[in-house]
């Protein structure tokens, strides 16, 4: 496995997932500055991830044919112009300018890299390999996000933005330097690809995706009123917390390509999903428990991104010849299962209390662990 190679595919995913994810930890913060509602601040993380879908689906396709060095460059390029509109953002409408910027980049530059690590690995090791990749994302959580607002609590936070810029212009030279070239392939005609869509297991284990992100992110995108009221967090321990759910997601996506390798997808999805659901429900119960809370924080961390590394390597394995394709459809159906996530999570807050998200994401996660053994049986 090029290992050099690999790392510097998961660094970049790194400061795509420290941008993307970092809004929600500084959610109030952006709010009060640009004298905007929580639910309309909220709504930063669904126009991001509908557009993270357009970049991992639509631009996929239409740069199919280029080399995928050079593209995934580019796409690192338009992440750095992102941050910058988001430095200089003293409005809400250039903010969301700024987030659609950089999730079409982002959602372009993951599915190369994520396909890239696959195609750099050996066979028996590419679920290792695009483990690895998305250890870039659960890293994010554990250094980007919390320090990322801890930093918010004595600094601007468009510094941050400033921040990300920088590092990923370092990746970028880094991975101009030592990421070997991949040719591009044929396009594939859109209809071809929707008939190589249409296979049950399939389009089962495309909507885990949906509803195992989409129930994970009806709690994370509001992770900071989530927790204020639930165990009356200040911003600081806010940003504990969030150190201490990134640990365990980086834990959790370790262990899922470690476990895909050893034990298989089918089990490591099927008891990530059970595990994921069962601790959103018991954030009721650890109401107003700071040690209950951080207990359920960690194993939620370490269950839901078990299943990441996991169902994409199950999903690769189930149309190999068309693995790039199908990376596309499932980074952009879990970007509209983030847009749906935030946008239900807005409604419940709007309509009831915030503290009810934990067991009603909790369902949506379970109804992504149905998809996973009708998957299994339809093979």
Same mark, same amino acid.
């Given at each position: 496995?090029? &290992?050099?190679?690999?790392?510097? %595919?998961? %660094?970049?995913?790194?400061?795509? *997932?420290?941008?993307?994810?970092?809004?929600?930890?500084?959610?109030?913060?952006?709010?009060?500055?640009?004298?905007?509602?929580?639910?309309?601040?909220?709504?930063?993380?669904?126009?991001?991830?509908?557009?993270?879908?357009?970049?991992?689906?639509?631009?996929?396709?239409?740069?199919?044919?280029?080399?995928?060095?050079?593209?995934?460059?580019?796409?690192?390029?338009?992440?750095?112009?992102?941050?910058?509109?988001?430095?200089?953002?003293?409005?809400?409408?250039?903010?969301?300018?700024?987030?659609?910027?950089?999730?079409?980049?982002?959602?372009?530059?993951?599915?190369?890299?994520?396909?890239?690590?696959? &195609?750099?690995?050996?066979?028996?090791?590419?679920?290792?390999?695009?483990?690895?990749?998305?250890?870039?994302?659960?890293?994010?959580?554990?250094?980007?996000?919390?320090?990322?607002?801890?930093?918010?609590?004595?600094?601007? =936070?468009?510094?941050?933005?400033?921040?990300?810029?920088?590092?990923?212009?370092?990746?970028?030279?880094?991975?101009?330097?030592?990421?070997?070239?991949?040719? *591009?392939?044929?396009?594939?005609?859109?209809?071809?690809? =929707?008939?190589?869509?249409?296979?049950?297991?399939?389009?089962?284990?495309?909507?885990?995706?949906?509803? =195992?992100?989409?129930?994970?992110?009806?709690?994370?995108?509001?992770?900071?009123?989530?927790?204020?009221? %639930?165990?009356?967090?200040?911003?600081?321990?806010?940003?504990?917390?969030?150190?201490?759910?990134?640990?365990?997601?980086?834990?959790?996506?370790?262990?899922?390509?470690?476990?895909?390798?050893?034990?298989?997808?089918?089990?490591?999805?099927?008891?990530?999903?059970?595990?994921?659901?069962?601790?959103?429900?018991?954030?009721?119960?650890?109401?107003?428990?700071?040690? *209950?809370?951080?207990?359920?924080?960690?194993?939620?961390?370490?269950?839901? =991104?078990?299943?990441?590394?996991?169902?994409?390597?199950? %999903?690769?394995?189930?149309?190999? &010849?068309?693995?790039?394709?199908?990376?596309?459809?499932?980074?952009?159906?879990?970007?509209?299962?983030?847009?749906?996530?935030?946008?239900?999570? *807005?409604?419940?807050?709007?309509?009831?209390?915030?503290?009810?998200?934990?067991?009603?994401?909790?369902?949506?996660?379970?109804?992504?662990?149905?998809?996973?053994?009708?998957?299994?049986?339809?093979?």
């Amino acid at each position: 496995m090029n &290992r050099l190679a690999i790392y510097l %595919l998961a %660094l970049g995913a790194f400061v795509t *997932g420290t941008a993307e994810f970092v809004v929600s930890g500084i959610l109030e913060l952006v709010a009060d500055d640009l004298n905007v509602s929580i639910a309309a601040a909220g709504q930063l993380v669904t126009f991001y991830s509908l557009s993270y879908a357009c970049g991992a689906l639509f631009l996929v396709m239409l740069t199919a044919k280029l080399e995928r060095k050079q593209v995934m460059l580019y796409a690192m390029l338009a992440f750095i112009a992102g941050n910058l509109i988001a430095f200089a953002s003293h409005h809400y409408s250039l903010l969301m300018a700024s987030r659609i910027v950089l999730a079409m980049s982002s959602g372009l530059y993951t599915v190369i890299a994520t396909h890239y690590a696959a &195609r750099l690995a050996q066979p028996d090791r590419r679920g290792n390999a695009i483990a690895v990749v998305m250890t870039g994302f659960s890293v994010s959580l554990v250094l980007g996000v919390p320090f990322g607002t801890l930093m918010a609590a004595y600094m601007d =936070w468009r510094y941050l933005y400033l921040i990300i810029a920088a590092v990923t212009l370092i990746n970028l030279l880094l991975l101009y330097r030592f990421i070997p070239k991949l040719e *591009g392939a044929e396009p594939t005609p859109l209809r071809q690809q =929707w008939q190589s869509l249409r296979d049950k297991p399939l389009i089962a284990g495309l909507l885990i995706t949906v509803f =195992w992100i989409l129930g994970y992110t009806m709690v994370f995108a509001y992770i900071g009123p989530f927790l204020t009221r %639930l165990a009356h967090f200040s911003i600081e321990m806010i940003s504990t917390a969030l150190f201490v759910l990134g640990v365990f997601a980086f834990i959790g996506a370790r262990l899922g390509g470690f476990a895909v390798d050893k034990w298989g997808h089918t089990r490591t999805i099927a008891v990530g999903l059970l595990v994921h659901a069962a601790a959103l429900m018991a954030f009721t119960a650890a109401a107003g428990s700071t040690i *209950g809370v951080f207990v359920v924080l960690m194993i939620w961390g370490a269950a839901a =991104w078990t299943t990441t590394p996991a169902n994409q390597f199950y %999903l690769i394995s189930l149309k190999p &010849r068309s693995s790039e394709v199908v990376l596309s459809f499932n980074t952009a159906l879990m970007n509209i299962g983030m847009t749906l996530g935030a946008g239900l999570g *807005g409604v419940a807050i709007n309509a009831v209390s915030v503290l009810h998200l934990g067991w009603m994401s909790g369902i949506v996660v379970l109804v992504a662990l149905a998809a996973a053994v009708y998957s299994f049986a339809s093979r």
